[in-house]
Nanobody, 117 residues
C-alpha cells in the first residue's frame, strides 16, 4: 500500500530552525505535487508550502513566506521543509500531502512541532 510518512517533529526554541522530511512510498512519476500543511488546536488546516513536482514551482502560505523553504529529492519522492526563525505560532501538527496523477491524494499521519519560548 502506498504511504506518505513524515518525520522530524520535535520541540524547538523560538528563533531556531528545524527540518521536516516527507517520503512518498509510491512511484515518484505518479506525483503531481507534494506539500506541507499544518493545523493548530482550534484552527483549520492551512497551507505551508506546495511544490509542483514537474517544475518545482512552489507556493508558500502567507504566514511562512520568507521564513520557510522546501527542497526535494525528486526521484526519491522526498520533500523537505526547512523552517527558520520559528515562532510560537508555528506550533502545530505538520502534515504532508501528495497529489497524484491523474487524480487523488494521500495524507500522512502528521508530525508535531512545538516551538517553545
Amino acid at each position: 500500500q502506498v504511504r506518505v510518512a513524515e518525520s522530524g517533529g520535535g520541540v524547538v526554541q523560538v528563533g531556531g530552525a528545524h527540518t521536516l522530511s516527507c517520503v512518498f512510498s509510491g512511484r515518484f512519476f505518479d506525483i503531481y505535487a507534494m506539500g506541507w500543511y499544518r493545523q493548530s488546536p482550534g484552527k483549520e488546516r492551512e497551507l505551508v508550502a506546495v511544490m509542483n513536482w514537474s517544475n518545482a514551482l512552489t507556493v508558500y502560505g502567507d504566514s511562512v513566506q520568507g521564513r520557510f523553504g522546501v527542497s526535494r529529492e525528486a526521484a526519491e519522492g522526498t520533500l523537505f521543509l526547512r523552517m527558520n526563525r520559528l515562532e510560537v505560532e508555528d506550533t502545530a501538527v505538520y502534515y504532508c500531502h501528495v497529489e497524484l496523477k491523474p487524480r487523488g491524494g494521500i495524507w500522512g499521519q502528521g508530525t508535531q512541532v512545538t516551538v517553545s519560548s
